[in-house]
């Protein structure tokens, strides 16, 4: 099929073409629509919806802009885990795990990247940058753990690997 020229965001019909939409965008990179138009969209019409929240803070974090990041990652972590202490998905969690690493709170990082680890999808990374932590703080032992559980994730992560052999 060709393809469509997207709607602009206030006539697109629901919250689930507005998210969609804004990833579309994202992933092809486009020159003249910006997602974060999508994804407020979708917020203003329902402020909890977890995957808006994590994209708009995502969106914040690949630009830097670490405090404003925080707000919506913490959104999406609260609604995940409102009736699961370990949510389906980890990935709101390992962002704000970064976020607050670039903040310079070591352990709120620390505590995010290993329950962001409890979801398969995000373990390899999640172990990995809890390693990293642990490095930091010259507790080896755990390092190598973490390392070893990022390894038994994805064999195949190379920095994991390297930060081992260190």
């Given at each position: 099929d060709?393809?469509?020229?997207a709607l602009p965001p206030v006539?697109?019909?629901t919250?689930?073409?507005?998210?969609l939409?804004?990833?579309h965008?994202e992933q092809y990179?486009h020159?003249?629509w910006s997602?974060?138009?999508y994804y407020?969209?979708a917020?203003?019409?329902d402020?909890?919806?977890?995957?808006c929240n994590?994209?708009?803070?995502l969106w914040?974090?690949r630009?830097?802009r670490?405090e404003?990041a925080?707000?919506y990652?913490q959104t999406?972590?609260?609604?995940?885990?409102?009736r699961?202490?370990?949510?389906?998905?980890?990935?709101?969690?390992?962002?704000?795990?970064?976020v607050n690493?670039f903040?310079?709170r070591?352990?709120?990082?620390?505590?995010?990247?290993?329950?962001?680890a409890?979801?398969?999808?995000?373990?390899?990374?999640?172990?990995?940058?809890a390693?990293?932590?642990s490095?930091l703080?010259?507790?080896?032992e755990?390092?190598?753990?973490?390392?070893?559980?990022?390894?038994?994730?994805?064999?195949?992560?190379?920095k994991?690997?390297a930060?081992k052999?260190v």
């Open positions: 060709s393809a469509e020229a006539e697109c019909k919250v689930d073409q507005l998210y939409t804004g990833l965008l990179r020159a003249t997602a974060l138009d407020e969209e917020l203003r019409r402020p909890l919806d977890y995957r994590m994209q708009t803070g914040y974090l630009r830097a670490f404003k925080e707000g990652l999406a972590v609260k609604v995940l885990k409102k699961y202490p370990n949510p389906y998905d980890g990935e709101p969690l390992y962002y704000l795990g970064l690493r903040l310079r070591s352990q709120a990082a620390y505590d995010c990247f290993w329950k962001a409890w979801n398969k999808a995000w373990a390899d990374a999640g172990y990995f940058e390693a990293g932590i490095m703080d010259e507790r080896w755990d390092a190598l753990e973490e390392l070893e559980r990022a390894l038994i994730s994805n064999s195949h992560n190379h994991a690997r930060m052999a």
